[in-house]
């Protein structure tokens, strides 16, 4: 998740409150590896059908018991996570998350919601804000309705999401929208800014679509490396002109962060302090899992991949740096093999991008991201970077 206000402008809204200030040459130390942020997946059911759900989510499939979301609650509590994000599916619909959020209510991490929207009445926003929820994220990919209907697969989820964004705000919560952008729709992203700022959003996270769940099927919709590094050019302008009301944030492409560094630094030094806070935001099973509905664990809602079972297992077990299973994620730069990140002396930095993408496009998990459009050599060239970093 690259702070991309933060860089541009030194400043920050939502994430300054949950985390404390932050930024180059003072990165944060909010999440470790040993207690990351858990995005807890904790519903398959959802009222909608988005053609990119990283979760697939709609169809029933067997999901924890209530014994056991509270079990994994208070393993949460006990092991001292900052954050939990709870999500899904959509949340709401899931009677569990209430249970799981009470149980969670001041026991020490902070609490996010991220919901497409929908079921967000005047009643659900009052319920979390007695419960201290310090954010609330919804989905809107078009200040278009009808763009966004479409991409949600549900008529009429667009004006939905705007009342519910509304009554969140109304409540007092700090509320945040998610995009998620392709090659068609990203463009649309200064509408979606505009949109926010009306409505008294906080926060705009612009996630680039990753093949992974129903995603997988939307590869060819992928932006070339061209096309992002001219959106990432917008992006730096726009996060500049509505710094003084929300901050940008771009999610699933940190190798965004080594060009945005590139791009704002003068000297060596300036560089390694913005690649500093780059690499502090962490990636998947760096600083971050998701636990999904059935209670296996991945190194986050993007990945495949299994690092634990907390049917079986202790949250304490699966995350202590010695599971097999969750250190090659912990240091991703040292399993790249493709022809760019194998060489590029920022691989530790942005830990190469996406793993699905780098697996559909390539069919090599291990391989390059096909987004990634760093001249590495030139950066390195120009700021004095001789080896890895």
């Known amino acids: 998740m690259i702070p991309v206000t933060v860089m541009v402008a030194g ?12 930024g180059p040459g003072a990165p944060s130390r909010f999440a470790s590896v040993l207690r990351p942020v858990v995005f807890w997946n904790i519903t398959y059911s959802c009222n909608l059908r988005c053609s990119h ?46 249970a799981a959020a009470e149980e969670l209510a001041g026991a020490g991490p902070k609490l996010a919601l991220s919901t497409n929207g929908t079921l967000l009445t005047r009643e659900v926003v009052e ?12 989905s809107l990919d078009s200040a278009d309705p009808r763009r966004h209907d479409a991409f949600r697969g549900v008529p ?4 939905a999401a705007v009342r519910g964004i509304r009554n ?41 679509l990753d093949t992974v769940g129903r995603g997988r099927e939307l590869a060819k919709l992928l932006p070339t490396p061209a096309q992002l590094r001219s959106f990432v050019d917008r992006l730096m302008e726009l996060a500049r002109a509505y710094a003084d009301d929300l901050e940008v944030l771009l999610v699933r492409a940190n190798f ?12 060596r030094e300036e560089l390694l302090r913005y690649l500093e806070l780059v690499e502090a935001q962490g990636d998947c099973g760096r600083k971050t899992v998701s636990i999904y509905p059935d209670g296996t664990v991945r190194p986050c809602q993007f990945l495949e991949a299994v690092v634990g079972d907390l049917r079986r297992e202790r949250l304490a077990d699966v995350l202590d740096p010695s599971n097999p299973r969750l250190k090659p994620f912990l240091a991703v730069h040292e399993r790249l093999r493709g022809p760019r990140c194998s060489r ?31 001249d590495y050599e030139e950066v390195a060239r120009r700021f004095g970077v001789t080896g890895p970093l």
């Open 344 to 374: 590029c002396p920022f691989r530790r930095v942005c830990g190469g991008g996406s793993r699905n993408r780098a697996l559909v496009v390539s069919g090599d998990f291990w391989g390059d991201d096909p987004l990634c459009f760093v």
């Open 156 to 159: 009429g989820a667009f004006e």
């Open 53 to 98: 759900c990283y979760i697939d989510a709609g169809a029933p499939r067997p999901e924890l018991d209530r014994d056991a979301v509270l079990s994994v609650a208070r393993q949460l509590a006990d092991h001292g996570v900052p954050l939990v994000v709870f999500t899904g599916g959509e949340p709401v619909l899931s009677k569990l998350f209430w």
């Open 168 to 208: 969140a705000v109304e409540a007092g919560l700090d509320v945040g929208v998610r995009i998620t952008v392709t090659r068609d729709n990203m463009w649309e992203v200064e509408g979606v800014l505009e949109l926010s700022r009306r409505l008294g959003v906080r926060r705009v996270s612009i996630y680039l």
């Open 256 to 267: 965004a962060g080594v060009y945005i560094a590139s791009r704002l630094a003068r000297t």
């Open 127 to 138: 319920r979390l804000r007695r419960l201290g929820f310090a954010y609330v994220g919804v």
């Open 11 to 22: 400043r920050a809204t939502v994430s300054a409150r949950i985390k404390g200030r932050y």
